[in-house]
């Protein structure tokens, strides 16, 4: 099985390891970050967008949303979930659009998916031309000298009378530019337990070093990690909600 198998062989489980996500608070959170900061426009597209559910979201509130990833399966589920929109199959860090769009968007951290740091500049590269003018492009980010690796996230869901139990956490070595995302995920049944580990590299990097790649194509507004108050980031949070204006 592969390294990233919750996004190939165990897709059918992403939705419910997603399950306590509150994907309506941050697609509509984003939606205002637009109306404030950017064109106005309702062209949209979600880079990594694995299952579809933020677009499922944009198309609700009006948006002609797309959706690009690098994982057929996870995008075989969006396409049953959003059927009037668009999905590609994409590496972020190097992709096509037919027409720019007034708002790209990046969430659960998947921008640290573009695998190292000249990627993620491709990737800002990429995003920038595939903006209209004073297009946004959002996403959230957590800073590489903040990770605390004793930190796991973990939560069960029953499902069809199965317990499923996924763990996950952020892995830093305390230098270079790769961090890792580890997952696990069990499940049990009357016939049993079984458990698999992801390990998913990623890149890493400071909230310091991302400013200075985006800052020579947008205007950068940093706010903290938080989708129910829009608030400005305090310089101290790990992780931050990042909106960027195309200039
Ligand atoms: C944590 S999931 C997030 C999915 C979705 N954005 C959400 O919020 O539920 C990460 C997604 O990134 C995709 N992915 C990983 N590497 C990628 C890459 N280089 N380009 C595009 N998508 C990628 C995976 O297939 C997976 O669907």
Request: net charge negative.
């Amino acid at each position: 099985m592969s390294a990233n198998a919750l996004y190939t062989d165990l897709s059918g489980y992403y939705d419910l390891m997603c399950a306590g996500i509150d994907y309506q608070a941050q697609s509509h959170a984003v939606h205002r970050l637009q109306q404030i900061f950017g064109n106005a426009g309702t062209t949209h597209l979600d880079l990594a967008c694995g299952t579809g559910p933020h677009v499922r979201y944009f198309i609700d509130l009006g948006y002609q949303s797309s959706g690009l990833d690098i994982n057929q399966p996870m995008l075989d589920i969006a396409a049953a979930r959003c059927p009037e929109a668009q999905f590609s199959l994409q590496d972020m860090s190097a992709f096509c659009m037919a027409e720019p769009v007034d708002l790209i968007t990046c969430f659960l951290y998947s921008i640290h998916y573009n695998a190292d740091l000249a990627k993620l500049k491709a990737c800002i590269a990429s995003v920038h031309r595939g903006l209209k003018a004073d297009g946004v492009f959002c996403f959230n980010v957590v800073d590489k000298n903040k990770i605390d690796n004793a930190l796991f996230a973990k939560h069960t869901v029953d499902h069809a009378g199965e317990r499923f139990t996924f763990n996950s956490g952020w892995h830093y070595s305390g230098h270079g530019e790769k961090q890792s995302l580890k997952v696990s995920i069990e499940k049990a049944n009357a016939t049993g337990t079984q458990v698999w580990h992801d390990e998913h590299p990623m890149v890493a990097l400071s909230f310091a070093e991302l400013i200075d790649i985006l800052q020579p194509y947008f205007e950068v507004h940093i706010f903290e990690h938080d989708y129910e108050k829009i608030i400005p980031w305090d310089s101290v949070s790990g992780n931050a909600l990042f909106t960027c204006v195309k200039i």
